[in-house]
């Protein structure tokens, strides 16, 4: 059974910078992505990293502010937000399918329930 469980969110003032994590459990080797959905929004791709690691896509809107990593030996997937900007705001998930990583959401196969992320201006 996969499991993906995310945790970090919270809330932080403009300028300042979060960790997420997610947890994962029951699939190997994955690529993971992450990917947040603001109220009234559709979903959107932040960051995606490969199995090794060696391979990380980010999402325009984030790149320079936003670092995906993994550490295999925990099944963890870090996101460091940085330089955070009240349109930030949202719930961020981690999506996991086998192979090679997606930035596409129709690209995964499994899902966590999600991390409430507010940047207060």
């Known amino acids: 059974q996969v499991q993906l469980v995310e945790s970090g969110g919270g809330l932080v003032q403009a300028g300042g910078s979060l960790r997420l994590s997610c947890a994962a459990s029951g699939l190997s080797p994955f690529g993971v992505g992450w990917f947040r959905q603001a109220p009234g929004k559709e979903r959107e791709f932040i960051a995606a990293?490969?199995?090794?690691?060696?391979?990380?896509y980010y999402a325009d809107s984030v790149k320079g502010r936003v670092t995906i990593s993994r550490d295999n030996a925990k099944n963890t997937v870090d996101l460091q937000m940085d330089s955070l900007k009240p349109e930030d705001t949202a719930v961020y998930s981690c999506a996991a399918r086998k192979g090679n990583p997606s930035t596409s959401k129709y690209g995964y196969d499994y899902w966590g329930q999600g991390t409430q992320v507010t940047i207060s201006s």
């Open positions: 990293i490969s199995w090794s690691g060696d391979t990380t």
